[in-house]
């Protein structure tokens, strides 16, 4: 069954620093999402994309963040000057054409820890 | 209080026993899911249950959803200790955003 695959797993990074967190969404998928979740803490929307645009972001997903698709397949999750309140796992999901409410699929996660 | 919000936050009931989850919710909704998350893990899907729909069935979990109250209960039967994890609801009302609730645990003892 395709599922939603994400790199890396887990990343460390120095506060300051920029990273990029990749994911790779189900081929025939047309809406992607990002979202994180603090440690013990629910999940949150970071943002939503669609037909090469954001579509919707929540008030978390500032200046900081920035989202593309730069090819056919990979989605990815830019974060400038990382900050310690940014660790979190960041999951990414997508959902199926034509039915933007449907199920949304998720990745397995990746884990950002800021140092 | 938040969108999304299920209870019990915690729940331990023994192999066996049915758990039953609850979720409120703020807004209108098109429609209301369920996603399970094993400690550390990704999300994994359970059940959609549509704004026009009272309830769902999918193996051992039933859904409902009560749009006059802006609630949504998950029922486990026969629970097994494989079953120990959050469970989440989240509501997808219009837009592009699906909002979670906290979540709630639940411990399946074995």
């Known amino acids: 069954e395709p599922e939603v695959t994400q790199t890396p797993s887990h990343q460390v990074t120095q506060m300051g620093q920029e990273v990029i967190l990749r994911c790779v969404p189900i081929s025939n998928h047309l809406y992607f999402y990002w979202y994180r979740q603090i440690l013990g803490q629910k999940v949150e929307f970071l943002v939503s994309f669609y037909n090469n645009e954001i579509s919707e972001k929540s008030e978390i997903f500032d200046d900081q963040f920035s989202v593309e698709r730069p090819d056919g397949s990979n989605f990815t999750l830019k974060i400038r000057s990382t900050k310690l309140e940014d660790s979190a796992m960041y999951f990414c999901?997508?959902?199926?054409?034509?039915?933007?409410?449907?199920?949304?699929?998720f990745g397995p996660g990746t884990r950002l820890t800021v140092l | 209080s938040q969108q999304g919000e299920e209870d019990p936050q915690a729940l331990s009931i023994q192999e066996g026993e049915n758990a039953t989850m609850n979720c409120s919710y703020k807004t209108s909704i098109n429609n209301l899911q369920w996603y399970r998350q094993n400690s550390g893990r990704g999300l994994v899907h359970l059940i959609l249950?549509?704004?026009?729909?009272r309830e769902k069935h999918s193996g051992r979990l039933r859904v409902t959803l009560d749009t006059s109250k802006k609630s949504s209960s998950l029922l486990i039967t026969a629970s097994r200790a494989a079953d120990t994890a959050s469970y989440f609801c989240a509501n997808e009302g219009g837009g592009f955003k699906t909002i979670f609730g906290a979540g709630t645990r639940l411990f399946v003892k074995a």
């Open positions: 249950i549509r704004s026009n729909e």
């Open positions: 999901a997508s959902s199926p054409p034509g039915q933007r409410t449907d199920t949304q699929y």
